[in-house]
């Protein structure tokens, strides 16, 4: 392989990767220069301030998960919290959305990116750092997709005295066009750079994000402490010839990837049709709410792919007796993916998320913390439910798939609950229709919450035998509601067109 190739959620993310890899540069090192671009190009969906997870391959060796997504902070369940509902309206329907001090979890995402690059890059970090502290400084002009996301979360960027002054111009909030310019965050980022995270979890800004978020919150200068990354095993399935590896627990949403993969997998299916596929993802929904009982038992998704539990599950979507759970809204999920293969076949696949934010931004920093405390989908059994810190199941699944040997197709998505559905239905479409990989990800897509089936336009369900207690929610075109997937391959690339990304051969 003599070419390099990046595939990521902004113009701006891709160019800094690529020209990281002209310097010389890895994977790695192209792949964490994208993610902090983005955090000012994609700053709805990503930041220094939420989490995250990275799928690392390195020739002649196996596929090794970092997982930086965020923990659990003490608490002794007396805390007074600000901790409130707003509503975002996004036209056909609204959301409430929970945010506030008492929303925020302990960071990992600037944590896990220098960690990575330390241990894998090539270049000094100073150098890789180098466009996203240019592009904070000078500047980024919002396209339609990112000024589109700005409107949506108006009611959380403006909640502050702070947050007004950065995302808004004569009193409103910017628009497709204007540019939005974050100095403190440059500031912070030179200093990252020649620092590293240190000060962010032990020093100064650990005492700032105390200071900030200890009275109405629950982070304090012990949780950035103790925060880590994790160095997991990834979860793995055969798939029609191929090795899928994804985030393992405790995240949920690779294990639930890798588990509906396996229903079809072992269904031995003479043609996986459409309605398999939303068999499959009723079974897996089933799977998850039934095994996923305890907020404070991490590891519990594990239990789907032991033998037991999974052959049940298998003998009922054979059986076609499944039952859709019951309707939830599914979360909109403010997440991002990069994806990188070099020249070398070094592979880097990482999936970032800011959640919608918390509203306060830290003082000083340009950065937004998570509202990942908020979020349903994080905490399907209420809000602030743990009794001791622990990692969040994330639905982040940055995934690598590899063939004989050699990689395959390393790709990811952004979408909430969707980002499981979009990471299926590309890999179908790409190695059961042998679609190419831009049909693979422009193609239609569909996702099952509960007893609500949403579709994208041209969709064919004339053949379908859907079961009868589905409604069909289909959508007048197609729309990043249904993920951003960006995906690169040994000879291609391709970005979502939904979530308005691009890729580039080097």
């Known amino acids: 392989m003599n070419k390099s190739i990046i595939s990521t959620g902004s113009k701006e993310a891709t160019q800094a990767g690529v020209e990281i890899l002209k310097a010389g540069g890895n994977a790695f090192d192209a792949a964490v220069a994208a993610v902090f671009t983005s955090m000012t190009s994609e700053f709805a969906l990503t930041g220094a301030g939420g989490g995250g997870a990275m799928m690392i391959y390195k020739p002649d060796a196996e596929p090794v998960l970092y997982d930086f997504f965020v923990d659990t902070p003490p608490r002794t369940g007396k805390e007074k919290l600000d901790f409130f509902g707003v509503e975002v309206d996004f036209g056909d329907s609204t959301q409430t959305f929970h945010i506030g001090k008492g929303s925020a979890a302990v960071p990992g995402t600037l944590l896990g990116l220098v960690i990575v690059q330390e241990q894998f890059g090539v270049l000094p970090l100073p150098v890789v750092m180098e466009p996203a502290i240019k592009l904070a400084r000078e500047g980024y002009v919002l396209n339609k997709q990112q000024a589109y996301i700005f409107k949506l979360l108006e009611p959380i960027f403006t909640h502050t005295k702070e947050g007004r002054e950065l995302f808004c111009s004569n009193g409103r909030i910017l628009s497709e066009g204007q540019r939005f310019v974050n100095l403190d965050f440059a500031e912070f980022l030179e200093r990252v750079s020649w620092e590293g995270a240190t000060s962010f979890y032990l020093g100064e800004y650990a005492e700032l994000i105390a200071q900030t978020f200890g009275k109405e919150g629950l982070l304090n200068e012990k949780s950035m402490s103790l925060y880590h990354v994790a160095v997991r095993k990834p979860v793995m399935t055969s798939f029609m010839g191929t090795e899928v590896y994804s985030n393992p627990a405790p995240s949920v949403g690779g294990t639930l990837i890798i588990f509906l993969l396996q229903l079809l997998e072992k269904a031995k299916l003479k043609d996986i049709n459409i309605t398999h596929i939303v068999q499959a993802m009723a079974a897996t929904n089933l799977a998850r709410k039934n095994v996923c009982t305890n907020p404070n038992k991490e590891y519990q998704i594990e239990e789907l792919l032991e033998d037991g539990i999974f052959n049940g599950n298998l003998a009922n ?69 743990w009794r001791h810190p622990m990692r969040l199941p994330t639905m982040v699944s940055p995934t690598i798939i590899m063939k004989d040997n050699l990689p395959f197709i390393l790709l990811g998505s952004g979408g909430s609950n969707r980002i499981r559905s979009a990471i299926v239905q590309v890999i179908l479409n790409y190695i059961v229709k042998g679609m190419g990989l831009d049909e693979a990800i422009i193609s239609s897509r569909i996702h099952l919450e509960g007893k609500m089936l949403y579709c994208e336009p041209d969709v064919d369900f004339l053949t379908a035998d859907l079961p009868k207690d589905i409604t069909l929610h289909p959508f007048e075109e197609k729309n990043l509601f249904f993920g951003g997937v960006n995906a690169v391959t040994l000879t291609d690339g391709f970005s979502d067109p939904r979530r308005g990304g691009t890729f580039e051969i080097v």
Do not use: W
Not at 331 to 344: C, F, L, N
Not at 346 to 372: K, Q
């Open 317 to 385: 979507f054979l059986s076609k007796c499944i039952k859709s759970d019951d309707l939830r809204k599914p979360g909109r999920g403010e997440t991002t993916h990069v994806s990188v293969i070099d020249k070398d076949m070094n592979c880097a696949s990482v999936t970032t998320t800011n959640g919608e934010g918390c509203g306060y931004i830290l003082p000083g920093t340009g950065i937004m913390l998570n509202n990942m405390l908020g979020e349903e989908d994080l905490n399907p059994l209420g809000f602030h439910q």
